[in-house]
């Protein structure tokens, strides 16, 4: 989809140019002159004769043959035409429209936008944009924007849904030293989103190809194709960080099942990323250190080194640190003595490492190669330095410098003298090496990405398991009854209870004789339970009669549902189909707290075994579910192919939109689905 001349053209177009600096025009045609574009550029514009003595055009038509890229930034009415004439006259193959006015203005802009893109796919073109800022790569720099950061081959990509976020973004990232390899702001997406992007840099991923992907989402238009890209960049050695906003419209759609109530598009969004291997952050400053973060690598366990010539900030990391389930071990012993030695008296070698507001250099070069060389425990090293202005530190910094670079275990700067050593800052980011000015952000966002990275599903690249091929029938819209539950089920295997539905009080009496005790359930309101629409342990004959009779008279039934009662804990899984991502599938505690202990997990279908092990030893339950302290736990394996075959299912049946099974009645031996209930599209 992405043609090679939006990425490298040789000749470039701007429509609207100027040499005016104020005007979108104007200061695409200035940033591609200060950015020292190789190719050729044409300005068109009526009403100029000369832009920075460039070759200006009065007619699109008079231009030379074979532009291979337009920038185009007039206004929307008049874009049409202009890209007719590119395509068929002059070979132009790539488009990058700044212009607002398309899908963006309502029902009119998108039909003008969708003709836009189909003139420009009938001659096998790309379309960047309408309505965005343009697009930076090593080979130019086609934006109306500013500050145009300066580009290396191994900083970071940015793929944003919002020009003025990737500003911003451009921003922070600038004044942290972080370094941008391109930046893509895909703007309407009519043609080109996010995961066209995405799947372009996985598709031409090579050695030396930038490892660090940042996203910016307003909205998931190809979820599967995000995580298919997403999942081959991973496995590549990328990491992606994405922020998806609009997470608080999620869940708006009222949902009838208890699935549909607890899950949302924002938890579907969580579940893919995690399947995706997608690093989730919330914001710009969150979004910068954990590209900081990375960069530098991260630990290979928990156990963390501070290093610092400040107690305060010390203390403060430690402490958020400890509380996000990473370690600070105090450092003892000969080895600790030995390091203290060579420190002025007064410094502290117990982690933190305090080697007090007059530590010099020297002092930084003997601890971290204390710590690279005689203290194995230690996985990673934060450096917290400042100065309170006294005197020049860039000797420290070239000392942390080299550690960075020579060091086999992730150092991290922390340099919070944003003004002080502002001189110094920028002497050490010219070093190709972002900073992190505030330690407690640091140490939060580490904790996040670490987290994030144990729970992400790093073997769930296996085939899902198809537990039973069926034959495809069709199922009525709306709620299947009772009966064709069963038989659904029944063609997957699923463990079922015994049960019948009933309209007759003999024939009902006879089916609970055979398996009592058994629960009578109302058939026909969809919240049973709040209706006393379900009655339990009924053991004789003359319990059942009394209560078959009470549900008969509930408004709105339609028969009786009779059950064997089964003991053991309660669990529950379900599955609500999320517009675009497919079916979210959960599990977890059921019975009649699970809309308030809320203790599940999701995944996106289809699903693997492995992945759905990983999910329950997640569960706040799962020491009771294995068993502890003498008790009996479940089955998990049972219940782990259950979700299995739920995953079968709705993969055979898409047209599945909501479906219960809660409660399952789960034990050591065996576990049923006591009640059952779905809902077709």
Wanted: proline share 5%.
């Amino acid at each position: 989809m992405i043609h090679p001349n939006l990425v490298n053209p040789k000749s470039i177009v701007v429509v609207g140019g100027s040499d005016n600096p104020n005007s979108p025009g104007g200061k695409i045609v200035e940033n591609l002159l200060q950015q020292k574009y190789k190719g050729n550029i044409y300005i068109v514009n009526p009403k100029k004769d000369n832009v920075y003595s460039l070759p200006t055009y009065k007619n699109i038509s008079e231009l030379p043959a074979d532009v291979e890229m337009a920038i185009i930034a007039i206004a929307a009415k008049y874009v049409e035409k202009i890209v007719q004439i590119l395509t068929e006259q002059k070979g132009t193959k790539a488009f990058i429209i700044i212009s607002a006015g398309f899908s963006d203005a309502g029902e009119k802009g998108k039909e003008l936008e969708k003709r836009i893109v189909q003139q420009i796919e009938k001659f096998g073109g790309s379309l960047l944009g309408p309505n965005n800022i343009g697009l930076i790569n090593q080979n130019f720099a086609g934006v109306f924007t500013t500050p145009v950061p300066a580009l290396h081959p191994h900083g970071v990509d940015l793929i944003s849904g919002s020009g003025a976020t990737s500003v911003f973004i451009i921003e922070a990232a600038m004044k942290l030293g972080l370094q941008f390899n391109s930046i893509w702001s895909v703007g309407n997406s009519a043609q080109i989103g996010i995961e066209e992007v995405l799947a372009y840099m996985d598709e031409t991923h090579g050695k030396n190809s930038p490892k660090i992907k940042l996203l910016y989402i307003e909205s998931i238009l190809k979820p599967q194709k995000l995580l298919k890209h997403a999942q081959s960049l991973r496995k590549k050695g990328c990491q992606i960080i994405a922020i998806k906003a609009g997470s608080s419209q999620a869940g708006s759609r009222a949902a009838s099942s208890h699935t549909g109530a607890l899950t949302s598009s924002d938890i579907a969004v969580n579940a893919l990323f995690e399947k995706a291997g997608i690093v989730r952050v919330y914001g710009r400053q969150e979004m910068i250190y954990a590209a900081s973060i990375l960069k530098y690598g991260l630990p290979k366990g928990t156990q963390m080194a501070i290093v610092t010539h400040a107690g305060g900030p010390g203390v403060m990391l430690t402490d958020v640190l400890e509380k996000n389930g990473l370690n600070v071990p105090e450092l003892s012993g000969k080895k600790a003595e030995a390091l203290k030695a060579k420190l002025y008296a007064g410094s502290s070698t117990a982690n933190p490492i305090d080697f007090l507001a007059t530590g010099t250099a020297e002092h930084l070069d003997h601890i971290l190669k204390a710590i690279e060389n005689d203290f194995d425990e230690i996985d990673a090293t934060a450096v917290i330095f400042g100065s309170p202005g006294l005197f020049k530190v860039f000797d420290v910094y070239d000392v942390l410098a080299k550690h960075i670079q020579k060091s086999k275990k992730p150092i991290y700067p922390i340099l919070p003298s944003v003004i002080n050593v502002a001189d110094e800052i920028n002497y050490f980011h010219q070093k190709k090496l972002p900073s992190l000015p505030d330690e407690v952000v640091f140490g939060q966002t580490l904790a996040n990405i670490m987290y994030q990275n144990s729970q992400m599903l790093k073997k769930a690249d296996k085939k899902p398991f198809l537990s039973k091929q069926v034959t495809k029938t069709s199922l009525p819209k709306g709620y299947l009854p009772p009966e064709l539950v069963h038989q659904l089920l029944d063609k997957f295997d699923f463990p079922l209870v015994p049960e019948k539905v009933f309209v007759n009080e003999k024939k009902a009496l006879h089916f609970a004789q055979l398996h009592f005790p058994v629960v009578l359930k109302v058939v026909g309101p969809l919240h049973k339970s709040e209706l006393g629409g379900v009655r339990l342990n009924i053991t004789t004959e003359s319990d059942f009669i009394k209560n078959y009779r009470e549900l008969w008279q509930i408004p709105g039934r339609k028969a009786i549902m009779v059950q064997a009662q089964k003991k053991g804990i309660e669990l529950f899984a379900g599955v609500k189909k999320e517009k675009n991502f497919g079916h979210l599938i959960a599990f977890g505690m059921g019975g009649i707290y699970i809309e308030t202990i809320k203790d599940f997990k999701t995944l996106l279908a289809p699903v693997t075994e492995n992945e759905i092990e990983q999910k329950i030893k997640q569960l706040k339950m799962y020491p009771v579910l294995k068993g502890s302290r003498g008790q009996k736990g479940v089955n998990l394996k049972k219940f782990n192919q259950l979700i299995t075959k739920l995953s079968n299912l709705v993969q055979t049946y898409p047209e599945i939109e909501e479906l219960d099974f809660n409660p399952i009645i789960a034990n050591d031996d065996q576990l049923f689905i006591v009640d059952a209930r779905i809902k077709i599209i």
